[in-house]
């Protein structure tokens, strides 16, 4: 099951460039949070932030506390631990090429230890029915590579193998902006199935995307949360008028 | 990101309503003048006039159907396109009843005119000064300017009350005056309703204006004589 997140006075360096400026939310466990935000407001590095991956570009830092359930990341914690416990999917899909469907999705488990056959097999079908592709790709489980599948194949091969290894917390990256509008609907259904077995934090430029997917919805802008609210209220009537400009297209 | 052409359409949209707006008032002017005047010309006009404000309706709805479909507009303009779309249905029904009070006057033409003990014209002067701050408050994106209107309803109802009192003791007491009384009584009955779209309007205002829905006094605190309040706005309104 999904846990909440929890982050308290949230603040983000490159170098000596500040990126996020004390961010605080509370993420609800089994829903979807959508952030929204123009081009560089501090979404990505936010979601990053969740998974201590911001922490692998040279020179960064994060200061504040981020608890995932009762798990603090930023506590010492083995950082293979905290990745297995939150699943990220990426804008563009990024299976291992040479690896067979199969094996992309038992990647994970293989690296956690995971050598019963039997079980792998049991949670690489799963993760496909999971993330709505086994149907599509039964038959070919090992004769197909990764790559040979479409892009919004490849993508929901990804949340395959990111579900795989039993995550709490699936954060996705514009995950759909690389994808036609069949594929994009495929992720988006996915999405309204999957928050009720895992919290989902979705970092989207479209924004009937995060109207249409996420129950809560966060707007960034230069680095600053400047509003935090259920999705309807945020595009229906927005509390600050820098989201209304936003959500209404009058920049951005 | 500039939305010219979504800025362009939203703009349309508004000069159309203003335009509908215009033309349900008028025909609301013409129809109370023709009974203040028993002048059958304007009762004629307001017939006539009514295929404009169908037409009108039409374009209305066909063009914010367009700007859904194609804009996905959000926020306070979504709150807009869909009160444009409710005005515009009442706008229609104003026009209506301005049918119906015409159509009226114009029977009660071929009767002999009596003096009936009721007071339809200042009944029309409030009800047109309501359709019109109705439309001002739109025009210029004011709740305040609507919440006045939504407390001029009352007095309105209670000069239809004062009217049907009036009226039927009229018929009781002078039967060879019935049917003047009764399309008085019906007349004045007409005129209430023009003041409920009215009241509509000023509701769909405010809730484009705020985000505020205080129909059926729900939503927002009750001030006096349970009317519906306009609440504080949390935010600078964009307005469109």
């Known amino acids: ?252 | 990101m500039v939305r010219t052409r979504f800025q362009q359409q939203m703009e349309e949209l508004r000069e159309k309503l203003l335009r509908m707006g215009g033309l349900a008032e008028l025909a609301v002017d013409r129809a109370c003048q023709g009974y203040t005047e028993r002048d059958l010309h304007r009762c004629q006009l307001v017939l006539e006039n009514e295929s404009l404000i169908n037409a009108a309706e039409r374009e209305i709805d066909e063009l914010a159907f367009d700007i859904l479909a194609t804009q996905q507009p959000a926020a306070v303009d979504l709150r807009f396109i869909l009160a444009v779309t409710k005005i515009n249905a009442d706008l229609e029904r104003v026009g209506d009843q301005a049918v119906n009070i015409a159509e009226r006057v114009m029977d009660m033409i071929e009767l002999p005119a009596v003096v009936l003990p009721v007071d339809i014209g200042r009944m029309a002067t409030a009800v047109s000064a309501m359709v019109r701050r109705a439309l001002e408050s739109f025009v210029e994106g004011k709740a305040e300017l609507a919440q006045a209107v939504l407390e001029m309803d009352h007095v309105v109802d209670r000069m239809r009350d004062e009217a049907f009192i009036t009226l039927v003791r009229t018929m009781n007491e002078q039967p060879q005056n019935t049917q003047q009384a009764l399309d008085a009584l019906l007349v004045a009955r007409n005129l209430e309703r023009v003041a409920d779209h009215a009241t509509n309007i000023s509701e769909d205002v405010i809730f484009w204006v705020l985000g505020a829905d205080v129909r059926h006094h729900g939503g927002a605190n009750n001030g006096p004589n349970n009317v519906a309040t306009v609440p504080a706005p949390h935010s600078e309104s964009t307005g469109t």
């Open chain 1, 1 to 252: 099951m999904g846990v909440g997140i929890t982050v308290e006075r949230l603040n983000a360096f490159y170098g000596k460039t500040q990126a996020l400026f004390d961010i605080n939310i509370n993420v609800q466990a089994n829903h979807a949070t959508a952030l929204i935000g123009p081009s560089g407001c501090g979404k990505s590095t936010f979601i990053r932030c969740l998974n201590r991956m911001h922490e692998t570009i040279p020179e960064s830092r994060v200061e504040g506390n981020v608890r995932i359930g009762e798990f603090n990341v930023y506590n010492g914690t083995s950082a293979t631990e905290l990745r297995r416990r939150v699943g990220m999917v990426f804008q563009k899909p990024n299976p291992f090429p040479t690896m067979s469907i199969y094996d992309n999705v038992a990647a994970g488990l293989k690296l956690n230890g995971f050598r019963n056959r039997k079980k792998v097999d049991e949670v690489v079908e799963k993760s496909l029915r999971s993330s709505a592709l086994f149907e599509e790709v039964k038959d070919s489980l090992h004769k197909k590579s990764g790559a040979s599948l479409s892009g919004g194949q490849q993508q929901r091969l990804c949340i395959a193998r990111a579900l795989a290894v039993q995550p709490e917390v699936l954060l996705m990256d514009e995950p759909c902006s690389a994808l036609d509008p069949i594929s994009t609907g495929k992720i988006e259904e996915l999405i309204f199935q999957l928050k009720e077995q895992y919290t989902i934090v979705i970092v989207t430029h479209n924004m009937q995307q995060a109207a249409r997917v996420a129950e809560f919805t966060g707007f960034f802008l230069l680095g600053k949360m400047i509003e935090f609210d259920k999705t309807e209220k945020v595009f229906t009537n927005p509390s600050d008028k820098r989201t209304e400009d936003y959500v209404t297209g009058r920049f951005g």
